[in-house]
């Protein structure tokens, strides 16, 4: 005849709706995935501005006229900033999902990291370049 | 020893109690205690048990950083009581709190129940069909074992589950740990079963329910990177799930 | 329960993360501030331009980064919506609502790229 075994009264301490204003680390989280309202966002604003060259010049300039409007230019300053976090959080840790071996050894991260962002500059002059040249 | 002419500093500690038998919301019990430089939370908390209040329980063993038993939250940051100094906190009072995301046992202890059914069922050994090499041993270079042993350093604190949100919201996520002892099995070159642990981790709260939040590789004292494991893990589930959508009469 | 399908959204997201980490603030830039200082004329102008993006390269192109642009909103934001605010138990139509709308919009860049 042995004791019988008791179960535990465990406590559940509940978890808070703000959970992500918790810590640095968690809000930085939460900024780094809204991003990509922003990037979503601007694909639309893209897209708006194709398809306003494909209805002709007049419904392009005028566009182009909204786009002087101060919510456009405040839109895109803050998508510029949403794209460029978006641009060093995942050049950090896009590089994480595949452990590149060269050799036997492990590439460093460093190299891999500088290696994003010197693509990252030569797309950019690139592009610049691409459309911008007179 | 007390040098001559110093005067007593102190600290203090504010201590999360749970004793179901006496009460059954938890509280806070605030402990004064002295101030040494050299001392870590762990020091403080048996000071306690030892001369201030022998009902507090607690996990420790090895004090050293390695076993992994003394996980708490101390200031709302997972840690390992034996390697949070108390210098770096002084001359602030510590917060010192069971483990998150895990019920509370007692005090500062936890029931860890979850965590043990859910190692298991990444199948953490070597799988093979074969007989091992009767009177030897199967053989792995140096680069071999580069390829896992980062992921092969886990000491289960469960750190990681504390920290990671994911795993708060959702207790069926099977969680950082687990999903980097499945990746340290699968890239060991000796093992065969990577079949069986995907299906496992390809599975519902599985290697998806992570959006690689990143907190449990920061709070990880052994420095395995489980938010690299994972996302490694969905790459590769991600390559050869296509793979088997493209060539569906391939499967062994 | 079958097989979830995240493996494929994931995907998306991740190329889409990845066209839009190279590419989306330098158009910014362009599209956003340049385009609309220097108006419709020399390197905006509408003839220029139409040559421009009408290649057929940069058609597959801007179809790919914008397509790919919205599959990484859908699947982070849907992420976002059921963690941030404790959406879980409705993921259902918050997952067909995020991955629905990327794919209107894919089909919708689709369209305006062919007409252009």
Redo the contacts between chains.
């Keep these: 005849m042995g004791a019988a075994l008791t179960r535990m009264t465990t406590y559940r301490r509940p978890v808070p709706f703000a959970w992500w204003l918790r810590n640095r680390g968690y809000a930085l989280f939460v900024v780094r995935e809204l991003t990509s309202v922003f990037v979503g966002g601007y694909a639309l604003v893209l897209l708006l501005l194709l398809r306003s060259l494909a209805d002709g010049p007049d419904s392009y300039a005028a566009f182009l006229a909204t786009l002087r409007a101060p919510a456009a230019l405040i839109f895109h300053a803050v998508a510029l900033a949403a794209a460029v976090y978006h641009s060093i959080t995942w050049f950090r840790l896009a590089p994480m999902a595949v452990a590149l071996r060269v050799g036997g050894r492990r590439v460093p991260g460093g190299l891999i990291v500088a290696a994003n962002y010197a693509a990252w500059g030569a797309l950019s002059v690139a592009l610049a370049w691409l459309v911008l040249r007179g | 020893m007390k040098e001559a002419g110093t005067p007593d500093r102190t600290i203090t500690l504010d201590i999360f109690r749970y004793q179901p038998g006496e009460r059954a919301t938890p509280s806070f019990q605030t402990y004064q205690i002295p101030y040494r430089e050299d001392w870590v939370v762990l020091d403080a908390i048996n000071y306690i048990k030892d001369r201030l209040d022998g009902t507090l329980a607690y996990r420790w063993s090895c004090r050293m950083g390695v076993c992994g038993s003394c996980g708490m939250m101390i200031n709302g940051v997972p840690k390992l009581s034996c390697a949070a100094f108390l210098k770096d906190y002084y001359p602030e009072r510590v917060r010192v709190e069971p483990l998150e995301n895990f019920p509370v046992a007692r005090d500062l202890v936890i029931a860890l129940d979850d965590f043990i059914e859910k190692l298991p069922r990444v199948h953490p050994w070597v799988v093979r069909e074969d007989a091992p090499p009767a009177a030897a041993e199967y053989r792995q270079t140096p680069a071999q074992l580069d390829r896992y042993k980062q992921f092969s350093m886990c000491i289960n604190c469960m750190l990681c589950y504390a920290a990671c949100p994911i795993y708060a919201l959702e207790p069926r996520f099977i969680g950082p740990a687990a999903i980097a002892l499945a990746q340290r099995y699968n890239l060991d070159s000796r093992d065969e079963g990577r079949e069986q642990r995907r299906e496992v981790l390809g599975a519902h709260h599985g290697i998806w329910d992570c959006t690689f939040v990143g907190e449990c590789t920061t709070v990880c004292p052994a420095e395995v990177d489980p938010a690299g494991a994972i996302q490694q893990a969905k790459l590769s589930e991600a390559l050869s799930r296509v793979k088997d959508l493209l060539t569906p009469w391939g499967r062994r | 329960?079958a097989?979830?399908t995240?493996?494929?959204w994931?995907?998306l997201f991740?190329a889409?993360?990845?066209v839009?980490?190279?590419?989306?603030?330098?158009?910014?830039?362009?599209?956003?501030?340049?385009?609309?200082?220097i108006?419709?004329t020399?390197?905006?102008a509408?003839d220029r331009?139409?040559v421009?993006?009408t290649d057929p390269v940069t058609r597959v192109l801007?179809f790919g980064?914008?397509s790919l642009?919205?599959f990484?909103?859908?699947h982070?934001?849907r992420?976002?919506l059921e963690?941030?605010l404790?959406l879980?138990q409705a993921w259902v139509p918050v997952a067909i609502a995020c991955y629905g709308a990327a794919i209107a919009?894919t089909v919708?860049?689709a369209a305006?790229?062919l007409?252009?």
Aim: hydrophobic share 60%; net charge positive; proline share 6%.
């Design positions: 329960m097989k979830p995240d493996p494929f994931w995907l991740a889409g993360g990845t839009a980490a190279l590419a989306t603030p330098a158009l910014i830039v362009l599209t956003g501030f340049a385009a609309p200082a108006g419709a020399g390197a905006f509408y331009v139409l421009l993006v801007l980064l914008i642009s919205f990484h909103w859908a982070r934001f992420y976002t963690e941030g404790a879980k919009g919708w860049a305006v790229l007409r252009v």
